[in-house]
Nanobody, 114 residues
Framework: VQLQASGGGSVHAGGSLRLSCAAS????????MGWYRQPPGKQREYVAM???????NYAESLKGRFTISGDDRENIVYLQMNNLQPEDTAVYYC?????????WGQGTQVTVSS
């Protein structure tokens, strides 16, 4: 399984970005697909996930600003991020769980300036 994350960039506070995670296999195969992030000097933290049943879950602090969705025709999972703030600056990673296997994509940098 290969996951390719893209869509990061630099924005000002209040701006938006949409991250994409393209999977080498059907996203319907995965039990969970999600996004994590690692702010500078901090540990990786959970952002959001999408289950194979279509349910979503978010880190409490990000509810209302971030939206995760999937396109099972294109095998892409998106993370729409609105009203970005400097504290959202991080490397964002996509993740997929298949059985007992946990797969990670390379990160994509998001930088938010004030």
């Amino acid at each position: 399984v290969q996951l390719q994350a893209s869509g990061g960039g630099s924005v000002h506070a209040g701006g938006s970005l949409r991250l994409s995670c393209a999977a080498s296999d059907s996203i319907l195969r995965f039990t969970l697909m999600g996004w994590y992030r690692q702010p500078p000097g901090k540990q990786r933290e959970y952002v959001a996930m999408l289950t194979d049943g279509g349910s979503t879950n978010y880190a409490e602090s990000l509810k209302g600003r971030f939206t995760i969705s999937g396109d099972d025709r294109e095998n892409i999972v998106y993370l729409q991020m609105n009203n970005l703030q400097p504290e959202d600056t991080a490397v964002y990673y996509c993740n997929a769980v298949l059985g007992r296997s946990n797969h990670w994509g390379q990160g994509t940098q998001v930088t938010v300036s004030s």
